[in-house]
């Protein structure tokens, strides 16, 4: 009998539209790295060739019928695509799979937008980091975790190092989602330990500067994510303790090697 080749479970639902989680522009100190930009349209799949050999590398009878959430979203991609960038696929695509024998693969539980950003990175190598909304890229790395991408997961990561701002209710609800020691749960800590730190009148009511949005936002963390809340309490005292500075550095000037996912343990080089 075939094999079925299972993944680990991920929730990966978003938060509901006009919940206390949605994005909002007043969580970003900089108006930097706008995550409301629109998304840009998607790239052409070429087929490459292999110019050592004159040979198309990609053929159009190589193709894998991938389907992808509960709304049966298709996609046609390329099998060496597949197994080159992903072990699940390589996988479940190998011989005396029911997968490999149909040359199809289902994904009911996955989201075909998110999905969408993973076949784009699998296909160019690349990015549309400032075009493509935070709440995305975030729910791509979900993905690319769940998957075991983690080319992927750095590329993300460095994205949202470099200035793309997700709101802190999404910050939250990644931090339920994400594997506890995920170097990404890190970066949103650092990011929010550093936000916090230095404009703390945005987020603290009664200031003059307070922007209800921001701190009905922190509020909500306190009232309903113990785990983030204690990290945040011990990041803001160890850092006080051992610096001497109440301001820590931006996550954006550190070294990205912070978080990335280093495969056997390796550093980035």
């Not at 969408?116 to 549309?128: H, I, K, Q």
Request: proline share 6%; with cysteine.
């Amino acid at each position: 009998m075939p094999e079925t080749v299972r993944v680990k479970e991920t929730n990966t639902d978003m938060p509901k539209a006009g919940s206390d989680n949605k994005m909002s522009w007043s969580e970003n100190p900089t108006g930097k790295g706008s995550i409301d930009e629109p998304p840009s349209k998607k790239p052409r799949n070429e087929v490459r060739k292999d110019s050592s050999q004159g040979l198309n590398m990609y053929s159009y009878a190589d193709i894998v019928a991938v389907t992808v959430g509960k709304e049966k979203v298709k996609y046609g991609i390329h099998k060496q695509i597949l197994v080159s960038k992903c072990p699940f696929f390589d996988k479940c695509l190998g011989a005396g799979m029911k997968e490999a024998q149909e040359n199809a693969v289902a994904l009911p539980d996955d989201d075909p937008k998110a999905f969408d950003v993973v076949v784009r990175w699998m296909y160019t190598g690349r990015l549309n980091g400032f075009g493509t909304p935070g709440f995305l890229l975030l729910n791509a790395y979900i993905l690319a975790d769940k998957y075991c991408i983690p080319d992927l997961q750095n590329a993300i990561a460095d994205v949202f190092r470099a200035g793309v701002f997700i709101s802190l209710g999404h910050a939250s609800w990644a931090w339920g989602r994400l594997p506890e020691g995920s170097p990404l749960r890190q970066l949103f800590l650092d990011q929010m330990h550093y936000w916090i730190a230095s404009y703390p009148d945005r987020y603290r009511r009664g200031s003059i500067g307070t922007v209800d949005a921001s701190a009905a936002a922190l509020e909500e963390i306190f009232k309903g994510n113990a785990g983030l809340t204690t990290a945040l309490l011990w990041k803001i005292i160890d850092h006080s303790r051992n610096s001497g500075s109440c301001i820590p550095t931006s996550p954006a000037s550190g070294v990205s090697c912070l978080y990335h996912v280093h495969e056997d343990g390796r550093k980035c080089k």
